[in-house]
């Protein structure tokens, strides 16, 4: 049971309102919910009638919630949630692209590539500053240097600046420079990190663990919202199973199912899917067509020289091409729901 207090509701109202449930042998506490403020969630045992718990001072409604995940299931908000970022939004039934490299790697490759896939029809720019890699001998990325050249770049162009906060010890730093900071597959659970990102006035792009469960991920998701950061986006980028043909698989199933269970936009991120450059387009259509609210797509304008997934970054005439067949799918499944 969720309990959403009128958005007068004194702290002394909301203290009213845990003790008055608590004394009842239920456990409460206040949560952030987002745009709905002053929230106490009831850990109950069993169904509670919620017709004593509206008649408490300051309660405005009381919805029972039946999910593990509250603030992110859909019932407790029905509509769908859009996420501003800049002009663009995320989630309105438009369908958002994402592009860039996987690194960034000079400031003449940043801004070659993000001159490119904005004329191709990108609107928002992705690049690694801070990377994780398997090897501790892989390029890391260019960590402060990478931010300070991704700022040049939304100045250049104007597009909005996705990147990952690796650790928490760096997530200042890095929502200083993004628009969007993104969360990786291997952090989806590090919970200090995502209890930080609860704190941030920026919008958080939450990626899938790549085995992790639909309820897992949006469980995390759920720190984030209940830290009082109502602006996250899913992000499913392929798990982890037997095949040898690409580099993960990519769960389409996942994007209907959260779609239906949460109000939170999702995208798929079809490079790390699949790893390999000629399945990129392939999947980024299917994903149109499943109801994804965006892509997030790895383009490098030279991707053999590239220090980090070069064979799954498409070449720029791609993406445009991408951009065009995209165009009329995304028309037609607009209100997939
Ligand atoms: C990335 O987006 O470059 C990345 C490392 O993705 P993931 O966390 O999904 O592996
Ligand atoms: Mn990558």
């Given at each position: 049971m969720?309990?959403?207090?009128?958005?007068?509701?004194?702290?002394?109202?909301?203290?009213?309102?845990?003790?008055?449930?608590?004394?009842r042998g239920y456990s409460a506490r206040p949560i952030q919910g987002g745009e709905r403020m002053a929230i106490g969630v009831l850990h109950n045992r069993g169904?509670?009638?919620?017709?004593?718990?509206?008649?408490?001072?300051g309660v405005k409604e009381a919805i029972p919630?039946?999910?593990?995940?509250?603030?992110?299931?859909?019932?407790?908000?029905?509509?769908?949630?859009?996420?501003p970022v800049g002009d663009v939004r995320i989630g309105n039934g438009s369908l958002v692209l994402i592009a860039g490299p996987c690194a960034v790697e000079s400031e003449e490759q940043a801004l070659t590539i993000a001159r490119q896939v904005k004329r191709a029809g990108a609107h928002l720019f992705r690049g690694g500053a801070f990377k994780p890699r398997t090897s501790p001998y892989a390029f890391q990325g260019l960590g402060e240097k990478a931010l300070k050249i991704l700022d040049r770049v939304r100045q250049e162009t104007g597009l909005p600046i996705v990147t990952e906060a690796l650790d928490h010890t760096v997530y200042d730093l890095v929502e200083e420079v993004a628009d969007v900071v993104q969360i990786g597959a291997r952090n989806m659970q590090n919970f200090t990190l995502l209890r930080r990102a609860g704190q941030s006035s920026k919008p958080v792009l939450l990626k899938r663990g790549m085995a992790a469960t639909l309820e897992e991920w949006l469980m995390?998701?759920?720190?984030?919202?209940?830290?009082?950061?109502?602006?996250?986006?899913?992000?499913?980028?392929?798990?982890?199973?037997?095949?040898?043909?690409?580099?993960?698989?990519?769960?389409?199933?996942?994007?209907?199912?959260?779609?239906?269970?949460?109000?939170?936009?999702?995208?798929?991120?079809?490079?790390?899917?699949?790893?390999?450059?000629?399945?990129?387009?392939?999947?980024?259509?299917?994903a149109v067509a499943v109801g994804a609210n965006g892509l997030m797509v790895e383009v490098h304008h030279r991707?053999?020289?590239?220090?980090?997934?070069?064979?799954?970054?498409?070449?720029?005439?791609?993406?445009?091409?991408?951009?065009?067949?995209?165009?009329?799918?995304?028309?037609?499944?607009?209100?997939?729901?």
């Amino acid at each position: 049971m969720l309990v959403v207090m009128h958005k007068r509701a004194t702290a002394e109202d909301i203290a009213q309102v845990v003790r008055a449930i608590e004394a009842r042998g239920y456990s409460a506490r206040p949560i952030q919910g987002g745009e709905r403020m002053a929230i106490g969630v009831l850990h109950n045992r069993g169904p509670v009638d919620p017709n004593w718990i509206l008649s408490l001072a300051g309660v405005k409604e009381a919805i029972p919630v039946t999910r593990p995940y509250k603030l992110v299931s859909r019932e407790f908000h029905a509509q769908d949630t859009v996420v501003p970022v800049g002009d663009v939004r995320i989630g309105n039934g438009s369908l958002v692209l994402i592009a860039g490299p996987c690194a960034v790697e000079s400031e003449e490759q940043a801004l070659t590539i993000a001159r490119q896939v904005k004329r191709a029809g990108a609107h928002l720019f992705r690049g690694g500053a801070f990377k994780p890699r398997t090897s501790p001998y892989a390029f890391q990325g260019l960590g402060e240097k990478a931010l300070k050249i991704l700022d040049r770049v939304r100045q250049e162009t104007g597009l909005p600046i996705v990147t990952e906060a690796l650790d928490h010890t760096v997530y200042d730093l890095v929502e200083e420079v993004a628009d969007v900071v993104q969360i990786g597959a291997r952090n989806m659970q590090n919970f200090t990190l995502l209890r930080r990102a609860g704190q941030s006035s920026k919008p958080v792009l939450l990626k899938r663990g790549m085995a992790a469960t639909l309820e897992e991920w949006l469980m995390a998701a759920e720190y984030i919202l209940e830290g009082g950061n109502p602006h996250v986006i899913l992000c499913e980028r392929g798990i982890r199973t037997f095949t040898a043909h690409s580099r993960n698989t990519l769960d389409l199933s996942a994007v209907p199912v959260v779609r239906k269970e949460s109000h939170l936009p999702i995208l798929v991120d079809p490079s790390h899917a699949c790893g390999r450059r000629d399945q990129v387009i392939p999947l980024s259509r299917a994903a149109v067509a499943v109801g994804a609210n965006g892509l997030m797509v790895e383009v490098h304008h030279r991707p053999d020289e590239a220090l980090s997934d070069g064979a799954q970054s498409l070449y720029p005439e791609q993406f445009q091409r991408l951009c065009e067949e995209i165009a009329p799918l995304a028309q037609l499944f607009a209100r997939v729901p």
